[in-house]
């Protein structure tokens, strides 16, 4: 008899993500990926110095649980600088290993077996895992392009008394489209009567091109007494890698949060957290800066694609556009995504990959968060299609 188990699998409907299919078939082919979320540029030097200063310093140990306290306070001051509500940095900042660190604490501390929670599709992909792993129940609200807005009757009508959770993301990956402050508040409007938690990932926060801004939960002074709002570094400061996120949440939300966080990673890089904190400190015109940065990127993104037979729909957020390719072609989404790959040379993905039930559009998410040089490489082949 052999030694060697095979476990039935917690999660046997998932296989290799598409973000990492892509990659591999863009290498494979030498395409130009602009699939994957991640930039092509490196982050601010005063970030790296300052890591290196801290390496140096000794400060090479465990955290604090809850994150570096200079960190913490670092954080509770910019969101008041942002938002105008400033969070306890003891009691409701938890520093993770990247929002999906604290999307999956989060999950897992809220969610009970036979809980529903509510999700927006197209949507980010860790969130549904995280859901079954908890024994919840993923019930899923329809956004239908080109604006991907909420219908607030459905959403309504999805409510029932198992309901205990309400995951959104704005600005939006993969839509590029963006909450407004009404949507907030008829979110809160519907669920105001219940113990309803909701979870805000809003990693693109800095990367908002509406002219109102960003729409944060953390404005709506009912809806953050029952929310986290989950904040990524990797996006802000161009740094994936370094997977340092946040999540703010009312003291009694943020201490169930945290004895998950104890347990699945207990603590986050020290140096790196002592780094962010400085660049918090010291450069602030980093995110200030931010959606004027991406603002050029996407505009020359949209510029190169004119002359194409893309149809680009507008983008309010993220640093991701989308392109209908009805023009140009009749394969689903996920087939032409795999021969764009192979025949153009360009690497995309695929929205449907983003929702559970049929999503038959002809749409491609590209991520622009790249050098113009590889920008206009890119948009040179797909203007020959
Ligand atoms: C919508 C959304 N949420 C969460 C994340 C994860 O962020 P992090 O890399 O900080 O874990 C991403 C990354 O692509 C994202 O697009």
């Not at 993905?349 to 983003?354: D, G």
């Amino acid at each position: 008899m052999s030694a060697a188990l095979f476990p039935e699998s917690k999660l046997p409907a998932l296989g290799t993500t598409i973000f990492t299919q892509m990659s591999a078939l863009a290498q494979q082919h030498q395409a130009i990926n602009l699939s994957q979320g991640f930039p092509d540029f490196s982050g601010p030097d005063y970030l790296q110095q300052r890591l290196a200063y801290h390496v140096a310093q000794g400060a090479n140990q465990y955290a604090p649980m809850t994150g570096a306290a200079p960190l913490r306070s670092a954080i509770g001051e910019k969101t008041a600088a942002q938002y105008g509500w400033q969070p306890d940095a003891d009691k409701e900042i938890t520093v993770t290993a990247g929002a999906t660190e604290a999307l999956f604490a989060a999950i897992a501390a809220l969610v009970r077996p036979g809980d529903e929670v509510i999700c927006f599709d197209p949507s980010y992909d860790s969130y549904a895992p995280a859901i079954e792993l908890a024994g919840g129940v993923v019930k899923r609200v329809a956004l239908q392009p080109p604006l991907f807005s909420v219908d607030w009757a459905a959403f309504r009508a999805l409510l029932s008394v198992r309901t205990r959770l309400v995951i959104l993301n704005t600005p939006h990956n993969p839509s590029a489209t963006v909450w407004r402050q009404s949507d907030f508040e008829h979110l809160w409007q519907a669920i105001a009567n219940q113990e309803i938690y909701v979870l805000s990932d809003e990693v693109y926060e800095h990367i908002c091109f509406a002219p109102e801004g960003h729409a944060s939960v953390l404005r709506h002074s009912e809806l953050r007494q029952r929310a986290i709002a989950v904040s990524s570094f990797g996006k802000t400061y161009h740094m994936t890698g370094w997977k340092v996120g946040y999540c703010i949440a009312p003291d009694a939300i943020s201490a169930e949060i945290r004895k998950v966080h104890q347990y699945l990673t207990f603590s986050v890089n020290t140096p790196a957290q002592l780094a962010i904190a400085d660049m918090l400190r010291h450069a602030p015109e980093h995110w200030q800066e931010l959606p004027e940065f991406y603002r050029a990127r996407r505009d020359f993104l949209v510029n190169a694609l004119s002359a194409s037979r893309f149809e680009v729909l507008p983008c309010e957020g993220t640093y991701f556009l989308l392109a209908d390719y009805s023009a140009i072609s009749d394969l689903d989404d996920v087939t032409f995504c795999r021969w764009l790959t192979e025949h153009a040379g360009v690497a995309a993905i695929p929205l449907s990959v983003f929702c559970a039930d049929p999503f038959p559009h002809k749409l491609i998410r590209l991520c622009f968060a790249k050098q113009e040089s590889t920008l206009q490489a890119a948009a040179e082949r797909l203007c020959r299609l």
